[in-house]
Structure formats: structure tokens, C-alpha cells
């Protein structure tokens, strides 16, 4: 049975790679402009903001898909606003099937109004909590400090302040080029010395050398996208594969990797979801897991990326479980609760979906 799009909607689904200002909803982007006075959005109807969106984030090219965020964190500097748009994260997520998720987000985006980081985090944290009252979901922050700026150490330790109300780890975000992991050794330090978690941006736009660093010199437990790790994979002409030692590495260690496959394309990864790495990972067994990235700027969720790997690959139940699942053990919630979430909702929910069959029949697809 292939799975179709309604089914894989009512799948569990586990979110690592999700950001905070990149899955806004249309009209709160408008709505919060008119009451905290921002001026500067290209329309104020949300279909048309929506088109914006997207036609502005699908230009293969990592810098400019980051330009659109400009209005979606521009609206977010107030505490009243960063915790409607947390409320609604949580919302928008279970509602899409996500029994847990990691959302990460820049604090030091937030302060132009003149909130503090912490208060940023707070706010964020208490709209996870209000999103939480009506949705069956477990939901972790990752406080992220951007990589082409001088703050990481200061973001670092904002995180740590809160990792008892619910951030559970530290990432760097932002372009690569020309920005190497290794610029914010004093953060990364501060981090593992207090034993916390860390996931880095790396092999998303550039290659190789950002992925060794951020796993050999940084501490990475987990690599946001990854995907030029294919860089040290050799394909032969019989089909016959070669690992180069990174690549090796990684795969011997089962460090997860957080692949965005539509937002890869977007970035100019490639050019269609069949040639995207991830089908040679996943059948390469590396730790692969399937994310979101920005459901505003892409026009992603959880169901489509999923329905959308089904499409290019033929992946059926037991890929999207194995999905699922990687995710899951790979995720930075205290492990007594991963195994919880995975026998209490993952293998239970894929089970009832493949004995329903739910999904179309391959001898007559």
C-alpha cells in the first residue's frame, strides 16, 4: 500500500528542523504588522502574502531564501507577539499529526523593541505552553544564535538559563559561506560544559569542511540539513557505492541528519525531489530525518514532505515509521520520554495505519 496524503495526515509524525519564524500563519504576519505598527509588508492580503512568500524563498540561492524572514521576525519583537506566534506554532503542528517537535528560534532577533533575550525565550516558551492547554503534543525549544554575527556565547548561556522550563539545546543558523562553525568554538565550549545539547547548521549550502567542523571541532550530536555530506559519497557507474571517511564517520557514528528536502530545493540543493540525497542516505541507512524546515516560506508541512517522498521514492508504512522513528531517537527529550513517544504513539499509530490499509494499492497504482 502506498500511503496518500489524507492517510499520512493522521500518521504520528516526530519534527526536528522546524523554525519559529518561518511557519507563521498569513494573517497573523498581517495582523501582527497593523498592531505593533510595522510598515514595511509587500501586501496586506494573505493569499497574496502567502504567493510572496514562496515566490520569494524558490530562488536557489541559500542568501536570498533568508531575506524573507525579514517580515516574519519583523513582526515579532514584542512579548505579546512571539507568544500568540508560539501558541499557534504548537497548534498548527499537532493539527498536522506531530506528536513531538523541536522549534528553534533566534532570540537575539527579537530586541528591537527592546525586549531581552530571556525575555524573548519566556515568551516563546509561555506560547508553547498556551498552544500545549489544547493540543496533545510535546513541543522542546532550540534557542539558535546566528552565525554571521558576535553573539553566540551570550545566546548560549540565555539557553542554558532556561533548559529546565524547556529549551533543550543550542544551534547556529544563518548563511555558511564564509561563517564556519568553528567562529563560535567559546559557545559551543560553553555548552557541552554543562552537558546540553547541540545541533549546528552545516552542509546545507556549503560543503564538507563545515560538516567536520561542526561535528569533529563543535560537538554536533545532530547536523541541520547535512546534505552535501553526498559530497564524499561515490556513485559508480554499476551502482556500486564508495564512503570517503567523513562520510563513513557520520554513518558509523548514526549522527542524525535533519534533511528539508522542498527547502533544499528551494536553496538550490537540486532541482526536483527524485534527485534529492536523501533517497541515496535513507537507502544507504545513514540516520536520516525528514523536516520542515519553514512551512511559510516553502508551503511545507510534515504531511506534504512525507506524501511528497512517497511520490519520488515509492516509500511506503515501514519508510515513514523508519522516518518517523529516527526522529525520534535522535531527538534531545530525556530518553525514559523518547521510548514513551515511540511505543505509546509512533509504533501504535503506524501499526492501526498499515492494518486499516490504508493507502493505494501498488498493483493498481
Known amino acids: 500500500m502506498r500511503p496518500t496524503l489524507e492517510a499520512i495526515r493522521r500518521a504520528p509524525k516526530v519534527l526536528l528542523h522546524d523554525h519559529l519564524d518561518g511557519g507563521l500563519r498569513p494573517t497573523t504576519v498581517i495582523e501582527l504588522a497593523s498592531e505593533y505598527g510595522y510598515r514595511d509588508l509587500p501586501t496586506t492580503d494573505p493569499v497574496e502574502l502567502a504567493q510572496w512568500f514562496r515566490e520569494g524563498a524558490n530562488r536557489r540561492d541559500l542568501e536570498l531564501y533568508l531575506e524573507t524572514f525579514n517580515h516574519t521576525f519583523g513582526v515579532m519583537q514584542h512579548a505579546d507577539a512571539i507568544e500568540r506566534v508560539s501558541a499557534e506554532c504548537v497548534e498548527d503542528l499537532a493539527d498536522d499529526g506531530v506528536v513531538y517537535a523541536e522549534v528553534r528560534m533566534a532570540p537575539e532577533l527579537c530586541l528591537e523593541a527592546g525586549l531581552t533575550m530571556d525575555e524573548a525565550i519566556e515568551a516563546m516558551l509561555r506560547g508553547f505552553r498556551a498552544g500545549q492547554r489544547t493540543r496533545d503534543m510535546e513541543i522542546g525549544l532550540i534557542v539558535t544564535a546566528m552565525r554571521q554575527a558576535a553573539n553566540s556565547k551570550e545566546v548560549a548561556e540565555a539557553a542554558l538559563r532556561h533548559r529546565d522550563e524547556g529549551v533543550v539545546g543550542f544551534d547556529i543558523a544563518g548563511s555558511e559561506a564564509g561563517h564556519p562553525p568553528t567562529r563560535h568554538l567559546d559557545a559551543f565550549r560553553t555548552v557541552a560544559e554543562q552537558n546540553f545539547h547541540i545541533t549546528i547548521h552545516a552542509g546545507e549550502a556549503f560543503g564538507l569542511p563545515s560538516i567536520w567542523e561542526a561535528v569533529q571541532l563543535c560537538g554536533a550530536e545532530r547536523l541541520g540539513h547535512g546534505v552535501r555530506i553526498v559530497d564524499d559519497i561515490k556513485v559508480d557507474d554499476d551502482g556500486s557505492v564508495q564512503l570517503g571517511r567523513l562520510a563513513s564517520f ?17 536553496t538550490g540543493v537540486c532541482d526536483t525531489m527524485q534527485e534529492h540525497p ?10 536520516v530525518t525528514v523536516n520542515t524546515d519553514n512551512r511559510l516560506m516553502s508551503d511545507v508541512s510534515m504531511t506534504s514532505e512525507m506524501a511528497a517522498l512517497v511520490e519520488a521514492f515509492g516509500y511506503g508504512w515501514d519508510d515513514l515509521e523508519w522516518l518517523t522513528t529516527n526522529a525520534m531517537k535522535s531527538s ?32 493498481g497504482a
Open 250 to 266: 557520520i554513518r558509523d557514528r548514526r549522527v542524525p541528519l535533519e534533511m528539508c528536502p522542498t527547502s533544499n530545493i528551494h
Open 278 to 287: 536523501i533517497g541515496l542516505l535513507s537507502r544507504l541507512r545513514f540516520r
Open 332 to 363: 534531545f527529550w530525556p530518553f525514559d520520554k523518547r521510548l514513551g513517544i515511540i511505543n505509546g504513539r509512533i509504533k501504535p499509530g503506524y501499526a492501526a495505519l498499515k492494518a486499516a490499509g490504508l493507502g493505494v494499492s501498488l498493483a
